[in-house]
């Protein structure tokens, strides 16, 4: 199975900041990483797919970019509603489908 | 409106079963593949089964294959879970997520407010 690995694994940033997350796939996945935002109690919200094309209705704040084995998901200016923790998953090779530890943002 | 409602869980003893319903509404359930993910307390996701529209289809993580049975009715719009010989480690939240394709990308679009399941004596 390909493994996916996020850093960091938290952050602390302040609102307004820009927060870069990374994930790192085993082997070389293309672009065939997807994003999600998960907040405490809630279920996973699809942000981005194919590394870099944004879900409908997500801020544009928001952006993913990569490929190969290395992407990055980024929030240009962190909102309070951001504060939450993110998993990239990859689809390149299924099943298994593989989600990344998570990267929790939180409140400086 | 895509809605997934879970529902199904609870305490359970180890060695003990537990059947999960997912039902779908707000768009055509037998146009989509269909997975369960859970997550256990205070831990990252982890995918569990697959099944695809028509059900002919299905994947299992190792850690529940052969112990895990996953069905759906698409007359009845909904997604199954049966769980049998539970164990410790499968206490989690297990969600139902909807599958979707585009252009050879595959991703989770709309998931399920979680069901909880806890298994210990």
């Known amino acids: 199975a390909i493994r996916m690995t996020q850093s960091p694994s938290s952050l602390s940033a302040s609102t307004g900041d820009r927060v870069t997350i990374t994930c790192r796939a085993s082997?070389?996945?293309?672009?065939?990483l997807a994003w999600y935002q998960q907040k405490p109690g809630k279920a996973p919200k699809l942000l981005i797919y194919?590394?870099?094309t944004l879900q409908s209705g997500v801020p544009s704040r928001f952006s993913g970019s990569g490929s190969g084995t290395d992407f990055t998901l980024t929030i240009s200016c962190l909102q309070s509603e951001d504060f939450a923790t993110y998993y990239c998953?990859?689809?390149?090779?299924?099943?298994?489908?593989?989600f990344g530890q998570g990267t929790k943002v939180e409140i400086k | 409106e895509v809605q997934l409602v879970e529902s199904g869980g609870g305490l359970v003893q180890p060695g003990g079963s537990l059947r999960l319903s997912c039902a779908a509404s707000g768009f055509t359930f037998s146009s989509y593949e269909m997975n369960w993910v859970r997550q256990a307390p205070g831990k990252g996701l982890e995918w569990v089964s697959y099944i695809s529209s028509s059900g002919s289809t299905i994947y299992y993580a190792d850690s529940v294959k052969g112990r895990f049975t996953i069905s759906r009715d698409n007359a009845k719009n909904s997604l199954y879970l049966q769980m049998n010989s539970l164990r410790a480690e499968d206490t989690a939240v297990y969600y139902c997520?909807?599958?979707?394709?585009?252009?050879?990308?595959?991703?989770?679009?709309?998931w399920g407010q979680g069901t909880l399941v806890t298994v210990s004596s």
């Open positions: 194919a590394a870099s």
């Open positions: 082997q070389g996945i293309s672009s065939y």
């Open positions: 997520a909807r599958g979707d394709i585009v252009v050879l990308n595959y991703y989770f679009d709309y």
């Open positions: 998953q990859q689809y390149y090779s299924y099943p298994p489908w593989t």
